[in-house]
Nanobody
Framework: QSELVESGGGLVQPGGSLRLSCTAS????????VGWFRQGPGEDRDGVSC????????DYDDSAKGRFTISRDNAKNTVYLQMNSLKPEDTAIYYC????????????????WGPGTQVTVSS
């Protein structure tokens, strides 16, 4: 059973938007850095965005800068990834993960993972 659960994926046309959510049942996410990662077919899992325990510690991969926004709602124990201006190359399974310490875009530094949610960008 995963400690984290992602939701909000789906099929969207190029130029469209999706908001992914990451929630936890057994973790208090406000105590953790949270990252969003994605993995396309036959590809490595890559970092997309991450956020520390404060909102001003967000970081983004170059492919996400200017299009994606990561944020927290501690009252809902949820971290969001707002994705705008989506492109076909954004198609992947998106995962959220949590770690103690500073936010990083390196997957193997994260201890807790969700099962992923599929995002497909296609006309």
């Amino acid at each position: 059973q995963s400690e984290l659960v992602e939701s909000g994926g789906g099929l969207v046309q190029p130029g469209g938007s999706l908001r992914l959510s990451c929630t936890a049942s057994a973790l208090t996410l406000s105590n953790y850095a949270v990252g969003w990662f994605r993995q396309g077919p036959g590809e490595d899992r890559d970092g997309v965005s991450c956020i520390g325990v404060t909102d001003d510690s967000a970081d983004y991969d170059d492919s996400a800068k200017g299009r994606f926004t990561i944020s927290r709602d501690n009252a809902k124990n949820t971290v969001y990834l707002q994705m705008n201006s989506l492109k076909p190359e954004d198609t992947a399974i998106y995962y959220c993960a949590a770690r103690i310490g500073r936010p990083r875009l390196i997957p193997y530094e994260y201890e807790y993972w969700g099962p992923g949610t599929q995002v497909t960008v296609s006309s």
